[in-house]
């Protein structure tokens, strides 16, 4: 909160506790309609597009738009590191060719 | 040193430790998930991260909100009022309306009682 508010800003303990209060309600209340999505497709985890989805369902479309970016971005790098490690096993054992035992 | 914007910033993270620790903790995050509904089972390692950047994106909005009423009533130490004020001028936080008003004591009736 104080990152965003002037230097000269002061905010009262009832304010900070207001707004965590506030901040754990917007938890619960985007995993419902996240945890709801799931439930209709007979899925049982709840994951990051679940989250996206509920945001924009319920009317926070610019987080929406922006956590499916963050998405985006954060699954390429983690993809990027997984294809480090799969690229490795693979050439040990990727055999371009294939040793048929001709008939004859 | 050129500061990068709140949201380049955001966009430009990962999930992975390198990037730094996240400003909110993910275990209370999880478990606030996990409390919110009985429905909720499992939980993707994601999604707990998808909330803390979420989380930092309402509260900067709700804290910037709260400030402009603190402005407007003269005063440069945001109180709960500011916070209250804020939620009942936003549509979409509507979900919030109880929960400040039951803190503030105050009892909100959005319908007004019209005499037949």
């Known amino acids: 909160m104080k990152k965003i508010l002037p230097p000269n800003a002061k905010i009262s303990k009832e304010a900070k506790e207001i707004m965590q209060e506030c901040a754990s309600e917007f938890i619960s209340f985007v995993t419902g309609e996240a945890s709801d999505k799931c439930h209709k497709e007979k899925r049982k985890t709840v994951n990051g597009d679940d989250v996206c989805w509920a945001l924009g369902s319920l009317g926070f479309d610019y987080y929406a738009e922006l956590m499916k970016m963050f998405l985006y971005r954060n699954r390429e790098a983690e993809g990027d590191k997984v294809d480090n490690n799969q690229n490795i096993k693979a050439a040990v054992s990727y055999t371009p060719f294939s040793f048929n035992v001709m008939p004859g | ?116």
């Open chain 2, 1 to 116: 040193m050129r500061q990068p914007g709140a949201y380049s910033g955001l966009l430009a993270g990962g999930i992975s430790g390198k990037t730094g620790p996240h400003s909110l903790p993910l275990a209370r995050i999880k478990k606030i998930m996990k409390n919110s509904n009985d429905e909720v089972k499992m939980i993707s390692g994601e999604a707990p991260i998808v909330f803390s950047k979420a989380c930092e994106l309402f509260i900067e909005e709700l804290t910037k909100r709260a400030w402009m009423m603190t402005l407007q009533a003269k005063r440069r130490t945001l109180h709960r009022e500011d916070v209250a004020s804020a939620v009942m001028n936003i549509d979409i936080f509507d979900f919030l309306v109880n929960l400040v008003s039951e803190n503030s004591g105050k009892s909100e009736d959005p319908q007004p009682v019209t005499e037949a």
